[in-house]
């Protein structure tokens, strides 16, 4: 049986089995890790297929911060 596991090297997360887990090995929401990382880091490298998603929970705080600007 073939284990799918990869790393992104952009954001050091890794998907095991199409879960998500970040750097320090908790299980992730790709969504929030997109929002958190992956959006800002536009790295060509990030694998995370939820890039540009902005679903993720760090999605409000991000229109709080620019509301308040
Ligand atoms: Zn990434």
Redesign the pocket.
């Known amino acids: 049986m073939k284990i799918s596991y990869r790393t992104?090297l952009?954001?050091d997360?890794t998907w095991l089995e199409g879960q998500l887990y970040w750097s320090d090995g908790k299980i992730g929401c790709p969504h929030d890790?997109a929002g958190l990382?992956?959006n800002d880091?536009k790295?060509p490298d990030?694998?995370?297929p939820c890039?540009g998603s902005n679903s993720g929970t760090t999605w409000e705080h991000k229109r709080y911060w620019r509301d308040e600007k």
Do not use: P, R
């Open positions: 992104c952009a954001c997360s890790l990382l992956c880091l790295d990030c694998i995370n890039k």
